[in-house]
């Protein structure tokens, strides 16, 4: 009895702990989404550049804070796990439920340039897991890609913001967000608490996921893989779905592009400064051509039709499934 009392409880704490963790997610996604419009339109900048920069950057804290806790802590396998397995998470699932629940339109140099430096960063990523290891001169060449990227978005923001028409207008307009009128420090307030609340709430729901795929005997690969690659992106995810709903498809797409960009440049180099990170012939032999694959479908379909249809981003999450069936069925 005192068992199934034990078992009962920790079940309700767990329920808690998903319930209090989506309701972060969501709260917190809403509010970074309705300040990043008003800051786009305030600053005459692109959405996509503010998803990219802004909030990809934002959302991508998790996966930091995750994989240097994890090379710290004598785990590199984790940390590239993690590093992999966001970054498919991104491309399939995020994008994938996004385009579901809003088609997403794409045009405009910023995408172009943003997927030819996601093609790029993939690919260089790429050649240096082939090599077997991430070196501390391999780390330093990634951040100066992300530094470059970094300082041409900005760059590219400045050339092209002065024609922007107004975000939103719909019922992502930012004018719902209160009675008070906001002004610039105000929208970033907004935007830095609503980060927070997202990282509450994905720490919240991977808690728990962690510690049962620990004691189950899952090796650390497969849990940054899957578990952790899938907790960490749960403010990608959150924050994408309601820029979508609110019909910001350039922030969802920007938040997709930015944050994967940034995991395979910012992400892994500073995460190698610390300690060199092997790359498993596991990883080698199935999980870096998934990842390669991944970024070739998404890149093509977004080139190719200029959007993500309902039907292509339902294509997209039920290969993400597929993947993670693989992973814990073989």
Do not use: K
Not at 30 to 37: G, H, K, P, Q, Y
Not at 135 to 156: C, G, R
Not at 160 to 177: F, H, K, N, W, Y
Not at 269 to 282: E, H, I, M
Request: aromatic share 6%; glycine share 14%; net charge neutral.
């Amino acid at each position: 009895m005192s068992a199934t009392r034990s078992w009962v409880w920790m079940a309700g704490m767990t329920l808690m702990l998903v319930v209090g963790g989506l309701a972060a997610l969501l709260i917190g996604g809403e509010l970074v989404v309705r300040a990043a419009v008003y800051l786009a339109n305030r600053l005459r900048i692109s959405p996509l550049i503010v998803g990219a920069v802004i909030i990809g950057l934002g959302t991508s804290l998790p996966e930091v804070v995750v994989c240097i806790d994890a090379v710290l802590g004598g785990s590199p396998g984790l940390a590239v796990g993690n590093v992999i397995g966001s970054n498919i998470a991104n491309l399939l699932l995020v994008a994938g439920l996004s385009a579901v629940l809003s088609p997403l339109t794409t045009g405009g140099r910023d995408v172009g340039r943003n997927l030819v430096v996601l093609a790029i960063a993939t690919v260089l990523f790429a050649a240096i897991g082939f090599s077997g290891q991430l070196t501390f001169w391999m780390a330093v060449v990634l951040l100066i890609v992300f530094l470059s990227y970094l300082l041409l978005s900005v760059w590219s923001s400045r050339d092209s913001g002065l024609d922007r028409r107004p975000v939103g207008g719909g019922s992502g307009d930012v004018a719902t967000i209160g009675p008070v009128r906001l002004n610039a420090a105000g929208a970033i307030a907004i935007a830095i608490l609503g980060l927070l609340g997202v990282g509450v709430g994905a720490d919240m729901l991977v808690e728990g996921a962690i510690e049962l795929a620990a004691h189950i005997g899952v090796p650390q690969e497969i849990i940054g893989l899957t578990v952790i690659a899938i907790g960490t992106s749960l403010p990608e995810i959150a924050t994408s779905l309601v820029a979508a709903y609110r019909r910001q498809q350039e922030l969802a797409l920007g938040n997709i592009l930015g944050s994967s960009a940034f995991n395979l440049t910012g992400l892994a180099g500073v995460t190698g400064l610390f300690a060199p990170l092997p790359f498993s012939s596991r990883l080698l032999g199935f999980d870096l051509w998934v990842l390669l694959g991944a970024t070739g479908l998404f890149v093509v379909i977004v080139l190719t039709h200029r959007r993500i249809s309902r039907v292509e981003g339902g294509v997209l999450a039920v290969g993400y499934c597929a993947y993670g069936a693989v992973q814990f069925l073989f």
